[in-house]
């Protein structure tokens, strides 16, 4: 079983940033495509990026596009999303998430491994 453990979430004035990390137990990381999900108080999970298992490719959901960047680092077990001129709309519980591996590409949305989410809060 994996585990992921988020960190990095806090409070940030809109127009700042904040870099979100995750830490996997596996040492079969590098195998599972990552990524990233965050649910807003009242809404459902949305997906907000992936990164493939190399890293090479990462996709993201129109709203965070040029903004937010996912990174991974297989030799630390690490994955990361920069959050850059985050908005007050960008409030809410962050998942990082992985995926064991399949043929389904960057935007398919069904993860096999949740974190405990960490808080961002953006205030206007």
């Known amino acids: 079983q994996v585990q992921l453990v988020e960190s990095g979430g806090g409070l940030v004035q809109a127009g700042g940033s904040l870099r979100l990390s995750c830490a996997a137990s596996e040492r079969t990381f590098s195998t599972y495509t990552m990524g990233w999900f965050r649910q807003a108080p009242g809404k459902e999970r949305e997906f907000v990026a992936a990164?493939?298992?190399?890293?090479?490719?990462?996709y993201y959901t129109d709203s965070v596009k040029g903004r937010f960047t996912i990174s991974r680092d297989n030799a630390k077990n690490t994955v990361a999303l920069q959050m850059n001129s985050l908005k007050p709309e960008d409030t809410a519980v962050y998942y990082c998430?992985?995926?064991?591996?399949?043929?389904?590409?960057?935007?398919?949305?069904?993860?096999?491994?949740w974190g405990q989410g960490t808080q961002v809060t953006v205030s206007s």
């Open positions: 990164i493939s298992r190399s890293g090479a490719a990462t």
């Open positions: 998430a992985g995926r064991r591996p399949s043929p389904c590409g960057l935007g398919y949305v069904r993860y096999d491994y």
